[in-house]
């Protein structure tokens, strides 16, 4: 009885499609309702993300930030830029002449705060739209999965933010 359980779920799975697909399309959902929010603060969802790293982790090096937000390093320089010409972050010397260290400016502290209140809204509307028992799950799930898939890497995550 298990082999043949086992079987239907294998028929079930190849009949739902592909994972990939499925969680691509699941991501742009939940991305485009933050992007939407994020806009009125006049901010992208990862430039966001950004400044909540660097507020609550303060100045730091820029391969440490890369490393605590799973970006490589030239995905870290090119989502910085316009964070830094805006004013919101700046990249000052480091504690020796090598070393750079990326801290957010006054301005990018009230931006922050001005975009936190539309994240919640974003995630008010998440949850109210999916449930916060179907959210608690996902949560879940998704930290159960990247443990499976990235057990032993410290720095593994995507590239895309």
Request: net charge positive.
């Amino acid at each position: 009885m298990n082999k043949k359980s086992d079987l239907s779920m294998r028929d079930e799975l190849k009949a739902q499609g592909c994972t990939n697909l499925k969680l691509r399309q699941l991501m742009r959902r939940v991305a485009q309702l933050y992007d939407l929010e994020m806009a009125k603060a006049g901010l992208k969802t990862t430039q966001y993300s950004l400044l909540s790293h660097v507020l609550k982790l303060g100045p730091l090096r820029p391969g440490e930030l890369a490393q605590k937000m799973k970006f490589s390093a030239s995905t870290l320089t090119r989502n910085l830029k316009p964070l830094i010409d805006a004013g919101w972050v700046e990249l000052a010397a480091g504690s020796d002449a090598r070393s750079r260290s990326v801290a957010i400016t006054r301005a990018g502290r009230a931006k922050r705060a001005q975009a936190m209140q539309h994240w919640k809204v974003a995630q008010e509307s998440l949850n109210q739209r999916l449930g916060v028992e179907r959210v608690l799950a996902l949560h879940g799930l998704i930290n159960e999965s990247l443990k499976l898939l990235f057990p032993l890497e410290t720095g593994s995550g995507t590239d895309d933010e």
